[in-house]
C-alpha cells in the first residue's frame, strides 16, 4: 500500500505548484488532488518498498536452494552414472571367486 504521508505530501506540492487563483479555493482541492492521486497510485497495484525488498529477499534464498539442489542432482546422476557404468562382468575373475570350506 502506498505511504499516505507521501501521498499528502505530493498532494500538497501540487496545491503550491497551482496559479493562486485557483490555489485560493483551499482545502477543497487539495482534497480532491489527494483523492485523484490515491486512487491513480492504487490502480497501478504498487508495492512500498519494504515489501519490494523482503520479497527480494525471498528469491534470492530461492535461488540459492535451487542452485544448491540442482548441484546436488547433478552428483546423484554422475554417481548413477558411474555405477551403471561399472557392469560386474568386467569385474576380474580374481574378485568374483569365492573362497572354498575345507
Known amino acids: 500500500m502506498i505511504d499516505t504521508k507521501k501521498i499528502e505530501q505530493l498532494a500538497r506540492q501540487v496545491h503550491e505548484a497551482m496559479p493562486k487563483g485557483i490555489r485560493e479555493f ?57 555405477n551403471s557404468v561399472t557392469p560386474a562382468a568386467s569385474v576380474p575373475q580374481e574378485v568374483i571367486k569365492t573362497e572354498d570350506p575345507q
Do not use: H, P
Open 26 to 82: 483551499g482545502d477543497d482541492v487539495e482534497k480532491k488532488i489527494r483523492q485523484v492521486l490515491q486512487a491513480q497510485l492504487t490502480r497501478m497495484d504498487l508495492v512500498n518498498r519494504e515489501e519490494f525488498d523482503v520479497q527480494t529477499q525471498v528469491l534470492l534464498r530461492t535461488r540459492e536452494k535451487l542452485a544448491a539442489l540442482e548441484q546436488r542432482l547433478a552428483q546423484l546422476e554422475n554417481n548413477a552414472t558411474v
